[in-house]
């Protein structure tokens, strides 16, 4: 079965430092990837995706991420973080089998933002 | 534009009972996918529904079961609750199916089976 892992469960950090949340997916086959993010009591948002083509994605509140597939990884950083960052992370994929996309998620990281 | 609404937000219920979470998807958008996160599991994909008809399926027993109406809302129904079903719900609305496409998140039912 195709797997999302995230390698870290918890990731603390200084405001204003950079960030990295590692994400590594099974297969780069047929592969889309998306991280979200999900506050207190909130559903999950869509930080960014890659489909295909470059593989820097930029997403939304200062986040990027790197498709490297060599590595099957898609990690996400931030150059400087907030404290409004303290969230938890998840990392995600889809694989095309037969035309039927099930996402699988990772187990998530929660980034802790400290003053 | 409304979000995707989910009710109740917070369920109480007895083993052995049957419970029915509502989702109100985007206006538009005909594809409601259910997951269920919990802190052992993590987030785990239920099913997906698009233009009424069951798309896909995760790996769940049959007592958790869903539909879609004409108008895209979607319910979803546990039967012969387990202590272990205790969760957060969350539903999730696409514009199509088929990958590739972003997923809105509710803000989820929160289920707890004493």
Redesign the interface.
């Known amino acids: 079965a195709q797997s999302v892992t995230q390698l870290d469960s918890q990731v603390p950090v200084f405001e204003e430092a950079p960030v990295e949340l590692r994400c590594n997916y099974s297969s780069s086959v047929s592969v ?1 990837l ?1 991280w ?1 993010v999900q506050y207190p ?6 930080l960014l ?1 890659y ?1 295909s083509g470059s593989t820097l994605v930029k997403g939304i509140n200062g986040f990027e991420a790197e498709f490297n597939k060599s590595q099957t990884s898609f990690h996400l950083r931030k150059p400087s973080v907030h404290i409004s960052d303290t969230a938890e992370y ?1 990392c ?1 994929a ?1 694989w ?1 089998t037969g ?10 990281t929660s980034l802790i933002v400290h003053p | 534009k409304a979000g995707v609404t989910q009710t109740p937000r917070y369920l109480i219920k007895t083993r052995g009972q049957q419970v029915t979470l509502s989702c109100s998807p985007i206006s538009g958008h005909r594809s409601v996918s259910w997951y269920q996160q919990t802190p052992g599991q993590g987030l785990q994909f239920l099913f997906e529904y698009f233009s009424e008809t069951q798309r896909n399926k995760g790996n769940f027993p049959g007592r958790f079961s869903g539909r879609q109406f004409s108008n895209s809302r979607s319910e979803m129904n546990v039967s012969t609750l387990e202590l272990g079903d205790s969760a957060l719900y969350l539903c999730a609305s696409s514009p199509r199916t088929g990958g590739q496409t972003e997923a809105f998140f509710g803000q989820g039912t929160r289920l707890t089976v004493v």
């Open positions: 889309y998306f979200y009591n909130q559903g999950l948002q869509l995706k489909l998840f995600a889809e095309g035309g039927s996309y099930i996402p699988t998620f990772g187990r998530g």
